[in-house]
């Protein structure tokens, strides 16, 4: 009889796990078509065209050479350029690629169910899958050639392989969880420190035992291994971006402070544009210029803190809530902004009504903060939301499960 109760619960569940898939890949489809981008810009084209032209990585082309990229993270544009191989025209090239992304989204939302189903009910996981599918920034996002579509999809399946560590200890959830950490650090430069830290809070307050420790960070160093050693012997230096100057000086700009443009803003100073026009255009143009942009962030800084302090707590608060100031009028379509303010609010109220003994949410509060910090440190653009949205959803349904514990006892 038990295990005729335990097979139906499973295919029950399997079952919620199909719909929601399927509900989150048909809801997408129209997206794309409507909203989707139809050729690559900017960045991913130049990056995209020097791999399918050159076979190499390059941004920036001098009239001497092609310097190999060290301003953008390799993995999302290898992820485009792989379904270059279809030999397909630039516009088709681009609808695949987005319904690869809407493929990763809908995997996501089922994914993200699982997460939920570790601290709440089964029918509470299912509606909070729904939100997150539904999330008008969420929908959004699967159409637009970014690498935020891929982050939102490998930062879920971090969560829930982090929690399959946590429970199993063994070596499949060591690994899965130590390959997509890698594959994050390879997407965006700053997760690096967010592995570091959750790997270090698997040890301090989960006991995973030392050697696991270890074992995951020797498995996420090989993944990213031979991006490190390319850029190694390219320029004599362990790293994957050279980035963290130049937006570290983009959300620290006199002018950005001025005009309340949280997003950046162009670079005004002429005597740092001379300074930026004299550096060499040799392999190791883009540490250079980063260092430059370091450097006047520094002096920007330590020239008006009180002023800057003031500027990261606003931006802290556009995180946490909505961008305030922004110019784009397209941010603030109600759709768009009302939902993002909205859980905003309700995430901020379930971490004060969350349990504080316990480790896993506190991870999560952790991590969630963390990010804050980190994104609030540079700019702030209306996509990084996503980053922080599945947690807000989960922080969410702490506020629910309060008001239906105290409010609606039966």
């Known amino acids: 009889m038990y295990l005729n109760d335990y097979q139906h619960l499973k295919n029950k569940e399997t079952y919620l796990l199909i ?33 399918i032209i050159h076979g ?15 301003w953008m993270p390799p993995l999302y544009a290898y992820y485009i350029y792989i379904f270059s191989f279809f030999g397909l025209e630039s516009q088709n090239h681009v609808l695949l690629v987005l319904f690869s992304q809407v493929l990763l989204a809908s995997i996501s939302v089922a994914v993200f169910y699982k997460i939920n189903t570790l601290f709440f009910s089964k029918k509470l996981s299912f509606y909070s899958s729904l939100l997150y599918s539904l999330f008008p920034l969420h929908l959004y996002a699967c159409g637009q050639i970014s690498s935020i579509s891929l982050q939102t999809f490998l930062l879920i399946l971090f969560f829930y392989f982090f929690f399959q ?22 997407l965006r430069g700053e ?7 959750s790997i270090l809070y698997l040890f301090l307050f989960f006991k995973i035992p030392i050697k696991k420790v270890l074992l995951i960070f020797l498995i996420t160093l090989v993944t990213i291994s031979p991006y490190l050693i390319r850029n190694y012997l390219i320029f004599g230096k362990i790293t994957i971006v050279e980035t963290s100057g130049y937006n570290l000086w983009k959300g620290n700009h006199p002018n950005a402070m001025k005009n309340s443009r949280v997003e950046g803003a162009e670079m005004v100073d002429e005597n740092l544009q001379k300074l930026n026009d004299a550096i060499p255009r040799d392999k190791f143009y883009r540490i250079n210029r980063d260092k430059l942009f370091l450097d006047q962030a520094i002096k920007n800084i330590t020239k008006e803190p009180i002023g800057y302090l003031i500027f990261f707590v606003k931006k802290v608060i556009s995180m ?36 504080k003994k ?19 440190s540079v700019s702030i653009l209306p996509r990084y939301k996503l980053v922080i949205l599945p947690l807000q959803i989960i922080f969410t349904n702490v506020l629910i499960e309060h008001i239906k514990k105290n409010f609606f006892k039966t």
């Open 165 to 186: 560590v946590v429970k199993k200890k063994n070596f499949s959830s060591i690994a899965l969880f130590s390959f997509i950490t890698g594959l994050l650090i390879l």
């Open 320 to 355: 946490l809530f909505i961008i305030i100031g922004s110019m784009d009028p397209r941010y603030w379509n109600p759709l768009h902004y009302l939902p993002v303010l909205l859980l905003g609010v309700t995430s901020l109220i379930g971490i004060v009504l969350s349990d």
């Open 19 to 51: 719909v929601l898939f399927l509900f989150s890949f048909l809801i997408r489809i129209p997206i794309i078509f409507i909203f989707g981008d139809t050729s690559l810009e900017n960045e991913w084209e130049i990056l995209v065209h020097n791999l």
């Open 191 to 197: 997760f690096s420190i967010i592995s570091i830290l």
């Open 56 to 70: 190499q990585l390059v941004y920036e082309r001098f009239d001497e050479f092609l310097l190999p990229n060290l």
């Open 358 to 376: 316990s480790y896993k949410f506190n991870y999560l509060i952790f991590i969630f903060f963390v990010n804050i910090v980190i994104f609030s």
